[in-house]
């Protein structure tokens, strides 16, 4: 048993894996829905890189306001 400041237990060593996000990822194209009249983001997956779902923004004057999210493993790769 080791004491740390004044604390007394028991110390195990862990391993911690860190997944850094991905920030290779562009938009392929922004266009507009015909059928909604509203923003259309596309994109191309890229597979391997431990992507679990994409945030998509907006942008209101200075901020970054998030707008949606899409699962990885949802097809297309549109919003």
Do not use: H, R
């Amino acid at each position: 048993m080791q004491s740390t400041k004044g604390c007394v237990g028991y110390l195990d060593p862990i391993s911690l894996k860190v997944v850094y996000p991905y920030s290779g990822q562009n938009l392929c194209m922004v266009t507009v829905d015909p059928e909604t009249g509203k923003n259309m983001m596309i994109w191309e997956k890229k597979y391997k890189q431990e992507i679990s779902s994409y945030n998509l923004y907006k942008i209101f004057g200075n901020n970054a306001m998030p707008i949606g999210n899409v699962l990885f493993d949802e097809n297309p790769s549109i919003y």
